[in-house]
């Protein structure tokens, strides 16, 4: 993942790789025949491969942690905000005008005004038009919140973002308790969907990028990725098991914080693991990890064209095993073309105009009364994602 100030973290790039390839498993399993259920442990895990949705927003909490150095850089708000605009509406104006070409006879204004940044949030036909657009509108939601959470993170501490996530995660099960009743046994959407189930998420992906920078050590032995990996196929399969993940029901709502934690130990562990690729093969996997925006938003319609026009490879036996391997097989390699060209000539030129948004800070800030935002004139310092 290549900041603007040309700062490179190739194991990122992996792991956006592997979480964007997780969710194109998930939704090529129902379309290619793979069952509603099963006792396998690894194809479980691609059942619950939306999960791979949850390492996104962690890496995100982690990433942007460590290129502002925990808080120790001030953020230039105004540029900060258009970096990100850079990073997400080219490729989202691509699937805008899409969905308004599709639906032009029951599209609103309301509707495609909310395009871009709620589509997380009500009904409009243009919403339809792909399924991943709802998590793009939550990361737009953390990224207005985000310089001012590490800048209450670097005043008060880690502690402060713990207890946020907790009271978070509270504020979740009383909300469930009031309301879930309202929704049927099984919609867990009012969650699932929404900064309610999600802001913990980006707030536990914070605190490992904050324990990465206290600790950058912390997981380097070769034994922990493993263990931890072992760890976290074990806690799948009991969420599997039990269906307490994104289910509409009080006692479950810490579930999903429990998947973050799995994901950002498994993100530290990695990270600052030994386990090193070869040269060739690492420089391949984070190329194509660059590509993961694309592969995640466009995955979608190669698997929508092969299930309408070109049909599925019968290759072995058990449903679930060629399930997986028409993901591995043919939608990937696929869907990875596909986000090539769209990165090349559509996420690329835009990512070139992003300026510096971040400022050392000369001296401790004084206790303000209200958060304030650096101004965009007294920015100097390289620093872009």
């Not at 309610?196 to 034994?223: C, E, N, T, W």
């Not at 029901?249 to 934690?261: F, G, H, N, T």
């Not at 530290?268 to 694309?294: D, E, I, K, T, V």
């Amino acid at each position: 993942m290549r900041s603007s100030s040309k700062t490179y973290y190739e194991k990122l790039d992996h792991l956006r790789l592997f979480a964007a390839t997780l969710v194109l498993l998930y939704h090529t399993w129902a379309a290619a025949g793979g069952p509603q259920a099963t006792s396998n442990w690894l194809e479980q895990f691609v059942l619950l491969g939306n999960t791979g949705v949850t390492l996104f927003l962690v890496l995100s909490g982690f990433l942007f942690t460590v290129l502002v150095d925990g808080g120790n850089k001030a953020i230039v708000y105004p540029r900060f905000l258009a970096n990100r605009a850079l990073r997400i509406f080219p490729l989202l104006t691509v699937l805008f005008i899409g969905a308004m070409a599709v639906h032009q006879r029951d599209a609103t204004v309301t509707g495609a005004l909310s395009f871009l940044l709620f589509s997380n949030l009500g009904q409009s036909p243009l919403f339809q038009f792909s399924n991943a657009l709802w998590t793009v509108a939550v990361e737009c939601q953390f990224y207005v919140m985000f310089p001012f959470l590490i800048r209450f993170a670097r005043r008060q501490g880690a502690g402060y973002l713990i207890g946020l996530a907790v009271f978070w995660i509270g504020w979740r099960t009383v909300i469930a308790t009031l309301f879930g009743a309202s929704f049927a046994p099984g919609d867990a959407n009012y969650v699932y969907f929404t900064m309610l189930g999600r802001l913990d998420q980006f707030l536990i992906g914070m605190i490992a990028g904050l324990v990465h920078l206290k600790s950058p050590r912390l997981l380097r032995s070769p034994y922990v990725l493993g263990l931890a990996a072992i760890v976290a196929l074990c806690c799948f399969h009991l969420m599997y098991a039990t269906g307490s993940l994104w289910k509409n029901d009080p006692r479950c709502m810490p579930v999903s914080a429990i998947e973050a934690l799995l994901w950002a130990t498994l993100l530290l562990a990695y990270f600052q693991g030994q386990l090193q690729w070869p040269a060739p093969l690492s420089r391949a996997l984070a190329s194509l990890g660059q590509c993961s925006y694309s592969l995640y938003l466009l995955h979608i319609y190669v698997v929508l064209i092969i299930d309408e026009y070109g049909g599925w490879l019968h290759l072995v036996g058990d449903p679930g095993a060629n399930a997986i391997l028409n993901g591995l097989l043919l939608v990937w390699p696929a869907s990875l073309l596909l986000s090539f060209f769209s990165y090349r000539l559509i996420e690329a030129p835009f990512l070139g105009l992003r300026t510096p948004y971040t400022i050392p800070r000369a001296a401790p800030e004084p206790e303000p009364a209200t958060p304030a935002v650096v101004p965009a004139s007294s920015a100097t310092a390289p620093q872009r994602h």
